[in-house]
């Protein structure tokens, strides 16, 4: 009964290896990357051949010099764009709908965008062939006066060319609800109409 219970147990045993042998080898398979291991061999060698050459080759009194840092990979030309992410074709265009909800009264247009209708027209009407923005936004009316309206100010500035002054100038801008907010910029002058500043013509 004892030599048959040991046969058992060595069966057992035999088993269990083999089970847990099959499991390490099947891991290994899966997980097994052959150009890793070629990458650390390679470096493995080409540490050792700097040790080597690093090495005292005359006596041990020689000095050696440590190492700070690996070599640094050469990688090539990075990439510095992504792939064209416009799409292939331009969106539908928007339809006017008959439930379109209505604005009732003016509340809610004194919340839109800049009025570039009459900014231009204010400008437009100005009699100097240009105009400072701060100077032009301060005589605006109230109404038109929006942190909004000093942006569309300063577009349109841009679009007619605009000089830099070199001041800082500041303003105050009223929202609809009444509060007040100042703002500071750069100063800069534009001409009343789309003709550049401060452009000289030297044609004859």
Do not use: C
Request: negative net charge.
């Amino acid at each position: 009964a004892a030599v048959a219970h040991r046969v058992e147990q060595g069966v057992t045993e035999v088993l269990t290896a083999q089970r847990r042998a099959s499991h390490v080898i099947t891991a290994q398979v899966r997980t097994h990357d052959p150009v890793r291991d070629r990458e650390v061999d390679d470096l493995l060698r080409t540490v050792m051949s700097g040790l080597q050459s690093w090495m005292p080759q005359s006596s041990r009194g020689d000095r050696v010099d440590p190492l700070r840092s690996f070599p640094a990979a050469k990688v090539g030309a990075l990439r510095r764009n992504l792939n064209d992410l416009q799409p292939e074709s331009a969106p539908e265009p928007l339809h006017a709908s008959e439930e379109a909800p209505e604005f009732e009264g003016t509340e809610g247009r004194e919340w839109g965008g800049p009025r570039y209708e009459d900014l231009e027209n204010y400008i437009g009407s100005r009699e100097d062939a240009d105009f400072d923005l701060a100077e032009a936004f301060a005589h605006l009316a109230a109404s038109a006066r929006r942190p909004v309206d000093l942006l569309g100010l300063l577009e349109i500035a841009h679009r007619n060319g605009m000089v830099e002054t070199g001041d800082i100038a500041t303003v105050e801008a009223r929202r609809p609800d009444g509060t007040v907010r100042r703002f500071a910029f750069g100063d800069v002058t534009a001409g009343t109409t789309g003709t550049t500043t401060g452009q000289e013509h030297t044609d004859d």
